[in-house]
């Protein structure tokens, strides 16, 4: 079953988000298109969630925004990670780790 | 979250959100083409899955959106839920901030009414004092004789008008008593120069300003309800002065107060009348009104232009003359400027220790409040979003202060306004707009001042490290932040306290000065005369000596004399005298002090007279007495008694003979060494000399005798300002007075307010070190080590900062050089004894948590642990 976007966390599609940006400027179709495609048709972020996501991220200045051309020559928006944005992941990834890990230990453990 | 709209705000974004959903739109649209659907279908279907687009661009907006008023609202009612919260620490601070603020802002209520503000008539600063300078006599400026002054208003292109006045204390005598009344003598114009109207009636009009025409008068406000109940129809009602009736033809507003406050009424001086002509005789202080756009430099050159061609025309009397043009606010206001300012900048150290006590204590509550912020700030607010919530709670607690502050600051201008009765436009004082404006901005100076630094430390720093403490130990036992800001204080306090000790030690000085003269019991005031007396010299020396001679009849006078001047008020008159033997060194000039007494005169001050004897006054020829300054400067080794003296340059006083020597005495003013002076002795030089009379008891009650005396023998006459010299002496140095209490006053506070956060520091600091010192106890400390080392900490900080003040007061001391009398502005003994004091009061405060750390309970700690 699909996770929308009411059972995720804000800060974790931040990360995700995030996450998706390290591997070059992207624009917000894109990004909704790899979340979909990685997370193999699990996660369905709605671009209601999307944008305002994105731009809260650029406000912040963890993600850089710049118009650019699109693969089909159209003008688009495309994001890419900061500095700050790259600090701000790897603390993100580590609390999440340690979070998953935690979780996923005491579910074993009350099997 | 109610989001707060402004249907007129611009959108300026709006194209970019909308290219950006519409880019998505179209991928959208062409991965269901690829899909196989006609583009129709593609589109609609797309435009469906991706949503309400304007609903995203509302929250796109929405993210962009600075939402400074719910933000701002939101913050503001967290600061007051914070202040309701720990309410006795936000009474500390609204009250300290109260005091810092409210002291500024009387300061600059005084120094905004008195040297900021325009004087009170309508465009006041194209008001203009002119007086004539002669450069090459002693003393240059003088004022201006009628003649001239009408020249110069006449021939001059850049004022609208030129006028003067003088001042003479009058006898009014249409009642049942004389009654002395203060008239101010005007040249044409005057009125219209000034740009006022009187509030009922009219202007002296140009037919009252001729000679030989009706006689007009203008009132005071303050005669107008004294004399006649503000009786609206005094117009009909005249005056009684100098034997003719004057008919009121106006009364001026209250607000007009010109030459002083005392001024009662205006009468014209005619041009155009015979005894107005002499163009030797200075009369008036003049003043004109600049046009619109003229600066003051253009002014006095066309003035000196104008001078020039009279020097022509009148070699004899004008040709050594040149304008002086000062603006009259700066006349007015250049004698209490030092004194002000040098309060603002100590009321403005006040406060700045009052912000820096605010920063220690902020910073103590902020390491309490660290868990707090630390929840906050990992909930996803923005250090910024915090630092921002920080400042909102100082600022209004800055801003409560500040209210506060007001009405401590109007209770202050009151207080000001007693005890500066003698400063210019003192009574211009008040709070108003002006002022809340000021002490807004000083709050919010205060808050920036106070909360920026404390907000940023305490939103610093580690976040899991202060939750995972949390509830252990919420402060930390570092503290050399803190200490610095007591050491800051410190040196802030000592450097007030500094001056205010070369205050106090100058105004000790100056009373323990041997004058030469004898103030006590003496009873000095005026008996009304005016200068239509001086037509008959003999007369009126007639009247005067009768007067004196009555005086000291009186049962309980010792003696009785007069005098142009009072001894020791400050008030210099050096002139160039010329000796007929020829001096001692015909190379030196002679330059001595001037003053004009009645031969009673050393008796009743109690001059010593040193050698010869004392001068005589006949009527035919001068006599004069030197004192010894006068004896050893010019005739050192030769005898100077029996020489003849004379001031080159006044017909009024020919050559006059010495008599005697006289001890030194401080005639110039009771902070100025006595140098050489010589009295001339005439008992009748003006009609309205000092009386001064010395009682044999206590002077005060030898007034109302006077009065019935001078009654019986001069019915027409009234007698007024009946003081006693000493008052006058005290009077004399009123500002001195007035700046050495304040600047006490405001020592006092500051150090109050560094022993305050010294004592709070050092407190903060005990608790912060609780565990460890229960623990040395437990080991074997003893007591007085431990309040040794507390005590030892906050000694050295504040030794430190009394170094730094040390080196502060030495700078700031500079300000005061003018001020200060028998003590240089680098005292040591006194920054000494500052720094002792400073130290002493420090001890105290410290002394309280040094011993209650020292009475730690270590089994009680333990227990905690």
Same mark, same amino acid.
């Not at chain 2, 006609?38 to 939402?67: C, M, N, S, W």
């Not at chain 2, 007693?418 to 709070?431: C, N, Q």
């Not at chain 2, 807004?440 to 106070?450: K, R």
């Given at each position: 079953m699909?996770?929308?976007?009411?059972?995720?966390?804000?800060g974790?599609?931040?990360?995700?988000?995030l996450?998706?940006?390290?591997?070059g400027?992207?624009?917000?179709?894109g990004?909704?298109q790899?979340l979909?495609?990685i997370?193999?048709e699990?996660?369905?972020?709605q671009?209601?969630?999307l944008?305002?996501a994105?731009?809260?991220?650029?406000?912040?200045g963890w993600?850089?925004?710049?118009w650019g051309e699109?693969e089909?020559?159209?003008q688009a928006?495309?994001y890419?990670l900061?500095?700050?944005g790259k600090?701000?992941l790897?603390?993100?990834?580590s609390n999440?780790?340690?979070?998953?890990?935690?979780?996923?230990?005491?579910?074993?453990?009350?099997? | 979250?109610?989001s707060w709209r402004?249907?007129?705000?611009k959108?300026?974004l709006?194209?970019?959100y909308?290219a950006?959903?519409?880019?998505?739109?179209?991928?959208?649209?062409?991965?269901?083409i690829?899909?196989?659907?006609?583009?129709?279908e593609?589109?609609r279907r797309a435009?469906l899955?991706?949503g309400?687009?304007?609903?995203?661009?509302?929250?796109?907006r929405?993210?962009?959106?600075?939402?400074?008023?719910?933000?701002?609202?939101?913050?503001?009612?967290?600061?007051?839920r914070?202040?309701?919260?720990?309410?006795?620490?936000?009474?500390?601070?609204?009250?300290?901030?109260?005091?810092?603020?409210?002291?500024?802002?009387?300061?600059f209520?005084a120094?905004?009414?008195i040297?900021?503000?325009?004087?009170?008539y309508?465009?006041?600063d194209r008001?203009?004092?002119l007086?004539?300078v002669n450069q090459?006599?002693?003393r240059?400026q003088?004022?201006?004789?009628?003649?001239r002054l009408?020249?110069?208003n006449r021939?001059?292109?850049?004022f609208e008008?030129i006028?003067g006045?003088?001042?003479?204390?009058?006898?009014e005598t249409?009642?049942a008593l004389?009654?002395k009344?203060?008239?101010?003598?005007v040249?044409?114009?005057f009125l219209?120069?000034?740009g006022v109207?009187p509030?009922?009636?009219r202007?002296i009009?140009?037919g009252?300003?001729?000679?030989?025409?009706?006689?007009a008068?203008l009132?005071?406000?303050?005669?107008?309800?004294?004399?006649f109940?503000a009786?609206?129809?005094?117009l009909?009602?005249q005056?009684?002065i100098h034997d003719s009736?004057w008919?009121i033809?106006?009364?001026?507003?209250?607000?007009?107060?010109?030459?002083?406050?005392d001024?009662e009424?205006?009468?014209?001086?005619p041009?155009d009348?015979p005894y107005a002509?002499?163009?030797?005789?200075?009369?008036?202080?003049?003043?004109g009104?600049?046009?619109?756009?003229v600066?003051v430099?253009?002014?006095?050159?066309?003035?000196?232009t104008?001078?020039?061609e009279?020097?022509?025309?009148?070699?004899q009397t004008d040709a050594?003359l040149?304008?002086?043009?000062?603006?009259?606010?700066?006349?007015?206001i250049?004698?209490?400027?030092?004194?002000?300012w040098?309060?603002f900048?100590?009321?403005?150290?006040l406060?700045l220790?009052?912000?820096t006590?605010i920063?220690?204590?902020?910073?103590?509550?902020?390491?309490?409040r660290?868990h707090?912020?630390?929840?906050?700030?990992?909930?996803?607010?923005?250090?910024?979003?915090?630092?921002?919530?920080?400042l909102?709670e100082s600022f209004v607690?800055?801003l409560?202060?500040?209210?506060?502050?007001l009405?401590?600051?109007g209770a202050?201008?009151?207080v000001f306004?007693?005890?500066?009765?003698?400063f210019?436009?003192v009574?211009e004082?008040h709070l108003d707009?002006?002022i809340?404006?000021?002490?807004?901005v000083?709050s919010?100076?205060?808050?920036?001042?106070?909360?920026l630094?404390?907000?940023f430390r305490?939103?610093?720093?580690n976040?899991?490290?202060?939750l995972?403490?949390?509830?252990?130990s919420?402060?930390?036992?570092?503290?050399p932040?803190?200490?610095?800001?007591v050491g800051v204080?410190?040196?802030?306090?000592v450097?007030l306290?500094?001056?205010a000790?070369?205050?106090?030690r100058s105004?000790?000085?100056?009373?323990?000065?041997s004058?030469?003269?004898?103030?006590?019991n003496v009873?000095t005031?005026?008996?009304t005369?005016?200068?239509g007396?001086?037509?008959?010299?003999?007369?009126l020396?007639?009247?005067i000596?009768?007067?004196?001679d009555?005086?000291?009849a009186?049962p309980g006078?010792?003696?009785?004399a007069t005098s142009?001047?009072l001894p020791?008020?400050?008030n210099?008159y050096?002139n160039e005298?010329?000796?007929?033997?020829g001096?001692?060194?015909?190379?030196r000039k002679?330059?001595a002090?001037?003053?004009?007494?009645?031969?009673?005169?050393?008796?009743?001050?109690?001059i010593p007279?040193?050698a010869?004897?004392?001068?005589?006054?006949d009527?035919n020829s001068?006599?004069?007495?030197?004192?010894?300054?006068?004896?050893?400067a010019?005739f050192?080794?030769?005898t100077?008694?029996g020489?003849h003296l004379?001031?080159?340059?006044?017909?009024?006083?020919p050559?006059g003979?010495?008599?005697?020597?006289?001890?030194d005495?401080?005639?110039?003013?009771?902070?100025r060494?006595?140098?050489?002076?010589?009295y001339?002795?005439?008992?009748?030089?003006d009609p309205d000399?000092y009386?001064?009379?010395?009682?044999?008891?206590?002077?005060?009650?030898?007034?109302?005798?006077l009065?019935r005396k001078?009654?019986?023998?001069e019915?027409a006459r009234?007698?007024?300002?009946?003081?006693p010299?000493?008052e006058?002496?005290?009077?004399?140095?009123g500002?001195?007075?007035?700046?050495?209490?304040?600047?006490t006053?405001?020592a006092v506070?500051?150090?109050?307010?560094?022993c305050?956060?010294?004592?709070?520091?050092?407190s903060?600091?005990v608790?912060?070190?609780?565990?460890?010192?229960g623990?040395?106890?437990?080991?074997?400390?003893?007591q007085g080590?431990i309040v040794?080392?507390?005590?030892?900490?906050?000694l050295?900080?504040?030794?430190?900062?009394? *170094?730094?003040?040390?080196?502060? !007061? @030495?700078?700031? =001391?500079?300000?005061? #050089?003018?001020m200060?009398?028998? $003590?240089? /502005?680098?005292?040591?003994a006194?920054?000494?004894?500052?720094v *002792?004091?400073?130290m002493l009061? !420090? @001890?105290?405060? =410290?002394?309280?948590? #040094?011993?209650?750390?020292?009475? $730690?309970? /270590?089994?009680?700690?333990?227990?905690?642990?």
């Amino acid at each position: 079953m699909p996770i929308e976007k009411s059972d995720l966390l804000q800060g974790t599609l931040d990360m995700l988000i995030l996450k998706i940006v390290t591997l070059g400027p992207i624009h917000g179709y894109g990004i909704s298109q790899r979340l979909r495609q990685i997370s193999k048709e699990v996660l369905l972020v709605q671009q209601g969630s999307l944008y305002p996501a994105l731009h809260r991220l650029e406000k912040r200045g963890w993600l850089a925004a710049e118009w650019g051309e699109s693969e089909n020559g159209r003008q688009a928006k495309f994001y890419k990670l900061s500095a700050r944005g790259k600090q701000q992941l790897k603390k993100e990834e580590s609390n999440w780790n340690r979070l998953a890990g935690a979780v996923a230990s005491i579910l074993q453990t009350a099997q | 979250m109610p989001s707060w709209r402004f249907p007129f705000r611009k959108r300026p974004l709006d194209p970019q959100y909308e290219a950006e959903l519409c880019f998505h739109i179209e991928k959208l649209t062409d991965e269901n083409i690829a899909a196989g659907m006609t583009p129709e279908e593609a589109r609609r279907r797309a435009v469906l899955e991706f949503g309400g687009a304007e609903q995203i661009k509302e929250e796109l907006r929405d993210v962009q959106r600075i939402r400074i008023l719910e933000t701002t609202l939101k913050n503001f009612q967290w600061a007051l839920r914070f202040i309701r919260k720990s309410p006795s620490f936000s009474i500390v601070v609204i009250l300290t901030l109260a005091l810092g603020i409210g002291a500024n802002s009387a300061v600059f209520s005084a120094i905004d009414a008195i040297l900021l503000r325009p004087l009170p008539y309508p465009e006041g600063d194209r008001l203009i004092e002119l007086q004539q300078v002669n450069q090459k006599v002693q003393r240059p400026q003088t004022r201006l004789a009628p003649p001239r002054l009408e020249d110069w208003n006449r021939l001059n292109s850049t004022f609208e008008g030129i006028t003067g006045y003088y001042t003479e204390d009058d006898s009014e005598t249409s009642g049942a008593l004389p009654e002395k009344i203060k008239v101010a003598y005007v040249a044409p114009r005057f009125l219209q120069v000034f740009g006022v109207a009187p509030v009922l009636g009219r202007d002296i009009n140009s037919g009252e300003e001729h000679f030989g025409g009706p006689n007009a008068i203008l009132i005071s406000d303050h005669l107008w309800r004294r004399r006649f109940a503000a009786d609206p129809n005094v117009l009909a009602k005249q005056l009684r002065i100098h034997d003719s009736l004057w008919s009121i033809v106006g009364v001026m507003p209250a607000s007009f107060a010109f030459p002083d406050r005392d001024t009662e009424a205006w009468l014209p001086v005619p041009p155009d009348a015979p005894y107005a002509q002499h163009r030797e005789w200075g009369w008036f202080v003049a003043m004109g009104r600049l046009k619109p756009g003229v600066t003051v430099d253009q002014a006095r050159s066309n003035l000196e232009t104008v001078q020039a061609e009279l020097g022509k025309q009148y070699p004899q009397t004008d040709a050594d003359l040149t304008p002086g043009v000062v603006p009259l606010k700066e006349t007015t206001i250049s004698g209490v400027r030092g004194s002000l300012w040098m309060l603002f900048g100590a009321v403005s150290l006040l406060l700045l220790i009052t912000c820096t006590n605010i920063v220690a204590l902020l910073l103590a509550r902020g390491t309490q409040r660290q868990h707090e912020i630390s929840v906050r700030l990992s909930l996803g607010a923005s250090r910024f979003m915090v630092v921002c919530q920080l400042l909102t709670e100082s600022f209004v607690l800055a801003l409560t202060g500040a209210l506060v502050g007001l009405v401590v600051a109007g209770a202050a201008s009151n207080v000001f306004r007693g005890l500066a009765k003698d400063f210019p436009r003192v009574e211009e004082i008040h709070l108003d707009g002006r002022i809340v404006l000021y002490t807004l901005v000083c709050s919010v100076f205060a808050t920036l001042l106070c909360g920026l630094f404390p907000a940023f430390r305490c939103t610093r720093g580690n976040l899991s490290g202060a939750l995972a403490q949390a509830g252990r130990s919420h402060v930390s036992g570092h503290t050399p932040l803190q200490w610095l800001l007591v050491g800051v204080q410190v040196a802030l306090a000592v450097t007030l306290l500094g001056g205010a000790g070369l205050l106090l030690r100058s105004f000790q000085a100056l009373g323990h000065v041997s004058p030469g003269f004898d103030p006590q019991n003496v009873l000095t005031f005026h008996i009304t005369g005016s200068y239509g007396e001086t037509v008959d010299l003999k007369k009126l020396r007639a009247r005067i000596t009768r007067t004196l001679d009555e005086l000291r009849a009186l049962p309980g006078v010792e003696s009785a004399a007069t005098s142009i001047f009072l001894p020791g008020v400050p008030n210099a008159y050096q002139n160039e005298l010329t000796v007929s033997e020829g001096a001692a060194d015909p190379n030196r000039k002679i330059v001595a002090e001037t003053r004009i007494v009645s031969p009673s005169y050393f008796g009743t001050m109690r001059i010593p007279l040193l050698a010869g004897e004392l001068c005589r006054e006949d009527g035919n020829s001068f006599n004069v007495m030197v004192n010894r300054s006068f004896a050893n400067a010019y005739f050192p080794g030769a005898t100077v008694i029996g020489r003849h003296l004379q001031e080159p340059g006044n017909p009024l006083l020919p050559g006059g003979e010495i008599r005697g020597i006289t001890g030194d005495a401080r005639e110039e003013g009771l902070n100025r060494e006595p140098g050489p002076a010589v009295y001339w002795c005439v008992s009748a030089p003006d009609p309205d000399p000092y009386y001064l009379v010395r009682a044999r008891t206590e002077p005060t009650a030898m007034a109302a005798v006077l009065r019935r005396k001078i009654k019986e023998i001069e019915p027409a006459r009234s007698v007024f300002d009946i003081i006693p010299l000493e008052e006058h002496l005290n009077d004399a140095f009123g500002e001195n007075r007035l700046r050495t209490i304040l600047l006490t006053f405001f020592a006092v506070t500051a150090v109050s307010l560094a022993c305050i956060g010294l004592y709070g520091t050092l407190s903060y600091s005990v608790a912060a070190r609780r565990r460890e010192v229960g623990l040395r106890l437990a080991l074997g400390a003893l007591q007085g080590q431990i309040v040794k080392q507390f005590l030892l900490k906050g000694l050295a900080v504040t030794f430190l900062g009394c *170094l730094a003040g040390w080196g502060l !007061a @030495a700078a700031f =001391a500079r300000v005061l #050089s003018g001020m200060l009398y028998g $003590v240089s /502005p680098s005292d040591a003994a006194t920054l000494l004894s500052v720094v *002792l004091l400073m130290m002493l009061v !420090a @001890a105290f405060a =410290a002394l309280i948590p #040094s011993l209650r750390a020292a009475h $730690v309970d /270590p089994m009680q700690v333990l227990r905690e642990e």
